[in-house]
């Protein structure tokens, strides 16, 4: 119990605590399921030194992970095993120490509702980004999107074509960024750093398209243009998901807590800039927009369907 309860010590600087939070903490810093490999490697080559010594005779492999170099990790398991091993220590009566069935109980049904929770949290959060339970997505995300509804890329016949230089990449990249940014600055006016943040704004790999994508699923497809190669990318609304991409953008809008008022002027200075910028656009052979249609999404964003 000493030993598991120093090697907590040593990887977290504190003794060990509340379990459950000692379990939440020890997610963060080593066993979230999500973690980045990069981020653990430069963990572990920290701890490495720091635990560089062997466990008592008998430690179960299950409470301690041996990391290389002779140094041993305390797992969760051997988290929840020190309330149980120091109660048993308590009710010492004779040189044999049992441990309480309750107790290996406890501990166990701690670790299966942790590890539950792990396991599921990105499918959970996954399902609640869909259901647009989340924070409100971003501006630059949702006038992305509603760009590619105005240029009529539905179906990957009429796909964003990523071209295959970067020079020209970069000409489309700038075109289609202006009424993008034009929309996004209108329905947040007073957080302009989203709005004009390039990270936001890059048309294949900025956060606003990444976001876009995990709220909307395989509604909105980034996949490699067979026809460079694999060179470059291409970007549409999968066939049939326009009813359900428009329902979430409104339903974005909503949660944003846009004014009709704010939603129609901005809708329309995107429609302007876009105009603008459509012969630049349409010399890419990447726009397929028609006044109807257009005229039909600002009914459906303002008034619902």
């Known amino acids: 119990m000493a030993d598991l309860s120093e090697r907590f010590t040593v ?17 963060e810093a080593l066993f979230d399921p999500v973690s980045r490999e ?4 430069r963990q572990l080559d920290t701890l490495r030194p720091k635990l560089a010594w062997d466990p008592p005779e008998g430690t179960p492999v299950v409470l301690v992970l041996d990391i290389g170099d002779g140094a041993w990790l305390l797992t969760p398991e051997g988290r929840v095993a ?4 120091d109660a048993a220590l308590a009710g010492q009566k004779t040189d044999q120490i049992e441990i309480d069935e309750l107790d290996i109980s406890a501990a166990e049904h701690l670790l299966a509702n942790t590890y539950r929770q792990w396991t599921r949290y990105r499918l959970q959060r996954v399902l609640t980004l869909r ?13 992305t999107v509603l760009f590619l509804l105005i240029n009529g890329n ?32 209108g329905i947040a006016p007073r957080d302009r750093s989203s709005s004009t943040d390039r990270r936001h704004l890059q048309l294949y790999n900025g956060y606003g398209l990444s976001e876009a994508r995990r709220r909307l699923g395989s509604d909105l497809v980034l996949e490699r243009d067979p026809d460079s190669g694999g ?9 049939g998901a326009e009813p359900r991409i428009i329902e979430a953008l409104a ?21 302007e800039a876009y105009e603008g ?9 990447v726009t397929n927009a028609r006044p109807s249609r257009t005229k039909q999404l600002r009914k459906e964003l303002l008034y619902g369907r």
Do not use: H, N
Not at 82 to 85: N, S, V
Not at 155 to 161: I, K, Q, S, T
Not at 231 to 239: A, D, G, H, N, T
């Open 277 to 285: 910028q459509r012969p630049q656009i349409a010399a890419f052979g």
């Open 11 to 27: 990887q977290y600087g504190d003794l060990p605590a509340e379990p459950a939070a000692d379990l939440q903490r020890m997610r």
């Open 131 to 143: 259901e647009g339970q989340d924070r409100p997505m971003l501006p630059a995300a949702i006038a």
């Open 154 to 185: 539905v179906g990957p016949e009429w796909a964003l074509v990523q071209p295959k230089d970067e020079e020209t990449r970069d000409r489309l990249d700038a075109a289609v960024t202006i009424p993008v940014q034009k929309f996004a600055e």
């Open 38 to 41: 990069e981020r653990l490697r």
């Open 82 to 85: 020190i309330p149980a091993l």
């Open 231 to 239: 060179r470059s990318k291409r970007l549409y609304i999968e066939p």
């Open 251 to 271: 339903r974005e809008l909503k949660a944003r807590g846009v004014p009709q008022d704010d939603l129609a002027l901005a809708f329309d200075e995107m429609i």
